[in-house]
């Protein structure tokens, strides 16, 4: 069974950047179906990023800020966050679908591997 790991999470001030990367124990991201996703306190968990069948797809609140990118030579997924607001603030997981089924990438049940999370929290 292939896990996913995170890190790079942390606090930072408004204005600030992160970088968060998420490595798989095996090549579970050929399929090209990646994605970050978050979780507010008291919210949903929100599709926030995603490499899908080839294009790269962002939820409209981090459009021009966030960059996600796949590095499949060493299994390692990236989400580079600039322009930190505290909205932003949340647990961020990644998540990978292993196979070339699943159609919506913002939609949980797409992935069927999740890592553990990171907490990014931005102070105003």
């Known amino acids: 069974q292939a896990q996913l790991r995170e890190s790079g999470g942390g606090s930072v001030q408004a204005g600030g950047s992160l970088r968060l990367s998420c490595v798989a124990s095996?090549?579970?991201?050929?399929?090209?179906?990646v994605a970050w996703f978050r979780q507010a306190p008291g919210k949903e968990r929100e599709g926030v990023a995603a490499?899908?069948?080839?294009?790269?797809y962002y939820t409209d609140s981090v459009k021009g800020r966030f960059t996600i990118s796949l590095d499949n030579t060493i299994n390692t997924m990236y989400l580079e966050m600039n322009s930190l607001q505290p909205e932003d603030t949340a647990v961020y997981y990644c998540?990978?679908?292993?196979?070339?089924?699943?159609?919506?990438?913002?939609?949980?049940?797409?992935?069927?591997?999740w890592g553990q999370g990171t907490q990014v929290a931005v102070s105003s």
């Open positions: 095996s090549n579970i991201f050929s399929a090209y179906r």
């Open positions: 998540a990978a679908r292993s196979d070339w089924s699943g159609s919506i990438w913002y939609r949980e049940s797409t992935y069927n591997y």
């Open positions: 490499i899908f069948a080839g294009t790269t």
